[in-house]
């Protein structure tokens, strides 16, 4: 038996009022009804605010560089099939520096949960536009307004075939902790995009700005339905669908790879007669 | 028909790249090396698919041998461009081997099209060639049907018999050959008392890949890039047998963190690029040291800066290697130079990574990437997997992955091998692996990273000296230059001055007392490398204060060879 309490309770770096509180408080409520215990989990994160967040559990971890979970994530999940993935950063690490690791991790289909606290702005470093500023967002980068088109990751999730894609509010943390419990339990790659108010930087996204426009998607969605989940993933702005988006049952890379089938990596002892008897082939 | 035998020939293959021309080489190649023939090849090509000039030379004899030659014996030319370029490079006795309608009046003129279609005449010019140096037809034979038994027996077998044409061929054509002369006792040689095979032919890149096998390495990340993709694809080729996984990254960012992913969670793990894949790695080189994370970098060199000569050779990013990764924490460099070193001390790279819990690095090029080699068996069964992570330690809870000790190196254990937590940050962090602010803990972590270094000095390989002692002129070399250094140390003697190379399997960490007295001993020093501005004995002088002024460097993109050190000695006015 897993309790929220074995995650521990820690002193975060966070303002007060961030949408990370929230969404660490799903995560661990989610882990703890898996039943998956702290050694048990492998988090991978990036930089920024929400790459902090697995500090502030009871875990094991490997916060990485600034976009690049995602390859670290999959380099682990190969050597250790067995290892519980989750994949923890905000969308600027993961849509943007990482951008084409998100893109590669959608093809392969990697085992890993990847958990994206999406703010609509870079925090940490005070206040640029993200990947998913809607244009026009107004920062000291970009004075004039963002003047890019929005990144959506629930479409191109969709459009990729991902295993799992869902969007997820910070606001409503029962159903966020249900997103990412199911997430979790998913074969292959699992995207939760959680949208979270940043009070120190974003003032247009606020809480009540995705209160006022998220609403839950309705219990006769079918997400095995490619057409009806795009419909979902490309509705933007008065209206913010939450919830699965879409579930496809492509299997996952590592269980493709035939080596894997004789265990992991980890631990194997060199067979130096098959070794030997491989490089005779080159006599 | 025969002539005398030869103690050694230099066989050049030349043609357009999509001619076959690697393929005869390779059988060519693995022919001699069955015989019983060492051999030096060398390979030269373009950056494209098909046309261009490409070129196979394979130097093949009885006693060792262990640098290209410039001079050619026999020159195979598949086409008439190889006969304008490549003539002025053959010896007074030597042959133009070509098709009858561009042979020059002295060549052998072979009626191609009488014995093969366009698709094979690769395949007969080896029957023909393999006649001219005195092989036997079996052996020839046999390596064909290895090399073309993945494309079916009917393939093999059609192969087969165009071989058999060319050499009848030549048999009947009144000509003379230029047979080498037999290894003694050959058909001894051949077999090992219990049967299994005598040599190898392999290449640098070849030997790094089995090297990182027997080491325990389980996964490589890679990113197609000249020369260095035949490593990640020779360990494909064995991954089922062998338990490895190959994973062809969507970049070499990701490569890197990958490795270092797999290699956190417990599998030895490496990379395989060149300089420019490298540059998008090095914040990885970074991350790898502060999260004290096991790795083996293979860069294979070729000419730069940014795209430069993507398929030739060069010994210049010495200095990207030493210095690539912000921050200062300590590393391990080894120049192979030879293909037994790229075995050994790829082994010994998985050793000293695990070992200090950082990046380790072998440096290699495309000319010993590509250069085959006959090896003697490696005895793989007798050595031990010397890179894999110690899971046998015992320790309390709770678990602290950099927890301070007197080597610098803390007990590493895996996520989810045990009850354990464990966490690593890129981040500075404490002992617990967590974030700090905190800076006299940064002072701390800062010095157990670099206190690991010494673990490396201890460890580092020793310079080859080979030659006179006291020599008039000393050679100073590092990487895959090393052949060449020793056989033109010889040309030197037999010119009636004292000569010495001094080789460098490693070029970092330098143990200077390990060397110095050998630079000061000699009359002349000459630092022998592959780049214009001799980055390795500008770091000799940075460490030990001893400044080689006299320097032979090639940057053209082809191999150093001894004459081209022998010529440089004389420009320099040592001999």
Request: charged fraction near 20%.
């Amino acid at each position: 038996m897993v309790s929220v309490a074995d995650y521990g309770q820690y002193e975060t770096a966070w303002c007060p009022g961030c949408g990370d509180f929230a969404i660490l408080k799903a995560v661990k409520k989610a882990l703890a009804e898996s039943g998956i215990a702290p050694h048990e989990v492998l988090f991978v994160s990036g930089v920024g605010q929400a790459a902090k967040a697995p500090h502030y559990l009871n875990c094991n971890l490997f916060n990485g560089l600034h976009g690049r979970a995602l390859p670290v994530a999959t380099g682990a999940k190969l050597a250790n099939p067995g290892l519980k993935v989750i994949c923890e950063s905000g969308e600027g690490c993961t849509y943007g520096e990482g951008g084409n690791h998100f893109l590669a991790a959608l093809r392969r289909n990697i085992g890993v949960t990847l958990l994206v606290h999406d703010n609509q702005v870079y925090g940490l470093t005070k206040g640029q536009a993200s990947p998913t500023s809607d244009e026009g967002f107004v920062t000291k980068a970009q004075p004039g307004g963002a003047l890019s088109a929005p990144f959506n990751p629930v479409a191109i999730a969709v459009a990729m075939r991902a295993s799992f894609v869902a969007r997820g509010f910070a606001g409503s943390i029962d159903h966020l902790t249900e997103l990412i419990t199911k997430a979790m339990a998913h074969e292959g790659l699992a995207l939760v995009d959680i949208l979270q108010p940043c009070v120190s930087f974003n003032k247009v996204n606020t809480f009540a700005w995705y209160t006022k426009r998220c609403y839950e998607i309705p219990a006769d969605h079918d997400p095995g339905d490619r057409e009806a989940a795009m419909k979902l993933a490309e509705e933007w702005g008065e209206r913010i669908p939450i919830g699965v988006i879409y579930e496809d049952d492509r299997p996952s890379l590592e269980s493709r790879i035939p080596t894997l089938s004789a265990g992991p990596l980890v631990g194997r002892k060199v067979d130096a007669k098959a070794l030997a008897l491989a490089m005779e082939k080159y006599a | 028909m025969h002539g005398e035998m030869h103690d050694e020939l230099n066989v050049l293959i030349g043609g357009e790249a999509g001619q076959g021309l690697v393929t005869t080489g390779q059988i060519l190649t693995r022919s001699l090396v069955r015989s019983g023939f060492l051999v030096v090849a060398t390979q030269g090509y373009h950056s494209r698919i098909r046309g261009g000039h490409n070129t196979f030379a394979i130097r093949a004899g009885r006693k060792k041998l262990r640098a290209p030659r410039e001079s050619v014996d026999v020159l195979v030319a598949l086409n008439d461009e190889t006969v304008a370029l490549h003539r002025g490079e053959l010896v007074p006795e030597g042959i133009v081997v070509a098709d009858e309608s561009f042979a020059p009046d002295s060549a052998i003129k072979v009626p191609y099209k009488e014995l093969a279609s366009a698709r094979n005449v690769n395949v007969a010019a080896l029957g023909v060639t393999s006649a001219i140096l005195g092989l036997e037809g079996g052996i020839v034979r046999g390596a064909l049907e290895d090399q073309f038994g993945k494309k079916g027996a009917e393939v093999a077998a059609k192969n087969a018999e165009v071989l058999a044409r060319g050499f009848d061929w030549f048999a009947s054509s009144g000509e003379k050959g230029r047979p080498l002369a037999p290894v003694v006792d050959k058909m001894d040689d051949d077999k090992v008392d219990d049967g299994r095979p005598r040599r190898l032919m392999l290449n640098g890149n070849e030997a790094i890949a089995f090297g990182a096998i027997s080491a325990g390495a389980r996964f490589c990340a890679f990113y197609p890039m000249t020369p260095s993709t035949s490593i990640p694809l020779a360990l494909a080729a064995h991954a089922g047998e062998l338990g490895f996984v190959v994973e062809q990254a969507e970049d070499e960012i990701a490569a890197i963190n990958m490795a270092l992913g797999a290699s956190f969670a417990g599998a030895p793990g490496l990379v395989a690029t060149s300089g420019g894949g490298f540059a998008l790695m090095t914040e990885g080189v970074s991350l790898a040291a502060m999260t004290e994370t096991p790795i083996v970098i293979v860069v294979s060199q070729r000419p730069g800066p940014a795209t430069g000569l993507p398929t030739r050779t060069e010994q210049a990013d010495l200095e990207l290697v030493l210095h690539a990764g912000h921050g200062e924490f300590p590393r391990a460099v080894f120049t192979p130079g030879t293909v037994e070193q790229c075995f050994h001390l790829t082994r010994k790279a998985f050793e000293l990574a695990e070992r200090v819990q950082g990046p380790v690095f072998v440096l290699t090029d495309q000319f010993l990437a590509d250069s085959y080699r006959a090896v003697d068996p490696l005895d793989v069964e007798t050595l031990d997997a010397v890179g894999v992570p110690d899971e046998g330690v015992e320790l309390k809870a709770p678990y602290e992955r950099y927890r301070l000790t007197e080597s610098g190196v803390s007990p590493r254990l895996m996520p989810g091998r045990s009850g354990h937590l464990v966490v690593a940050d890129s981040d500075e962090h404490d002992e617990a692996g967590h974030i700090t602010e905190d800076l006299s803990i940064r002072k701390l972590m800062v010095e157990k990273r670099l206190k690991k270094g010494r673990i490396l000095e201890a460890e580092v390989l020793a310079p080859e000296f080979s030659g006179d002692d006291r020599p008039d002129i000393l050679l100073v070399s590092w990487g895959s230059t090393q052949g060449s250094g020793v056989e033109a140390a010889e040309a030197v003697r037999a010119r009636g001055k004292s000569a010495a190379t001094l080789h460098f399997p490693q070029i970092w960490p330098l143990v200077p007392d390990a060397f110095l007295p050998h630079l000061r001993d000699a009359g002349e020093v000459v630092a022998v490398e592959g780049n214009a501005t001799g980055q390795f004995a500008r770091l000799l002088r940075r460490e030990t204060g001893f400044g080689i002024e006299k320097r032979i460097l090639r940057y053209d993109g082809l191999p150093m060879t001894p004459e081209y050190i022998v010529r440089g000695l004389e420009s320099l006015g040592c001999v």
